[in-house]
């Protein structure tokens, strides 16, 4: 048994013996106090926290003392490439999110946003853009909370939501393919003419 396994038995040994601490009266705490300082003195410093108020002492935790990396731990990092790659997928995570958010409204699966202002919220009652949330009632919430933000005029339709997803699917996988295999440079050009393609009228 080399020098480092036999400390870390001592360490544990000494973990065992100091959760009665909490429990002992005011000379024991002191005597464990002075037990642990004696050991620690002798023991490696381990990233180990216990749960007493009694800390680890400045000469045993330097900054100067070595840290040993686990050889299961070790660390990698990735080149500039893999994380432009990265980053493109990414953008296309949000892209699919914002293109759902779109079906959703568009087939009556979700609510409009909020107004922004209250001439927007105007604007919105005068089109009749809204329906009445009959769950709410009025004496108890305010008038605001019983407003649901949607276009009433559409009906729900989860199929039609669905086939639409389904018919966007070889559009998103061929630009994923392309930021698998085309230089970073021309697949960023490649996703933001997908973007434009997805949102004409916001895309910048």
Do not use: H
């Amino acid at each position: 048994m080399d020098t480092s396994q036999l400390d870390q038995l001592q360490y544990r040994a000494w973990c065992n013996r100091i959760q009665g601490y909490y429990g002992a009266d005011r000379n024991k705490k002191k005597k464990l106090k002075r037990e642990y300082k004696m050991n620690m003195n002798s023991l490696e410093c381990y990233n180990t926290t216990l749960r007493t108020d009694i800390s680890c002492p400045p000469t045993v935790c330097s900054s100067k003392q070595e840290r040993k990396t686990p050889m299961n731990m070790q660390l990698t990092t990735n080149t500039p490439e893999q994380n432009m790659r990265e980053y493109l997928n990414s953008r296309i995570f949000g892209i699919r999110n914002r293109k759902d958010d779109e079906l959703n409204r568009q087939f009556g699966l979700d609510t409009d946003s909020p107004p922004a202002s209250a001439e927007e919220a105007f604007e919105r009652v005068k089109a009749g853009r809204y329906v009445i949330n009959p769950d709410v009632n009025p004496m108890y919430y305010s008038w605001y909370r019983c407003i649901i933000w949607c276009d009433p005029s559409i009906k729900k339709d989860p199929e039609g939501c669905r086939l639409a997803r389904l018919a966007l699917e070889p559009k998103f996988k061929a630009i994923e393919d392309t930021i698998a295999i085309q230089s970073p440079q021309d697949a960023l050009t490649a996703l933001q003419a997908f973007e434009k393609e997805m949102f004409p009228t916001t895309a910048a």
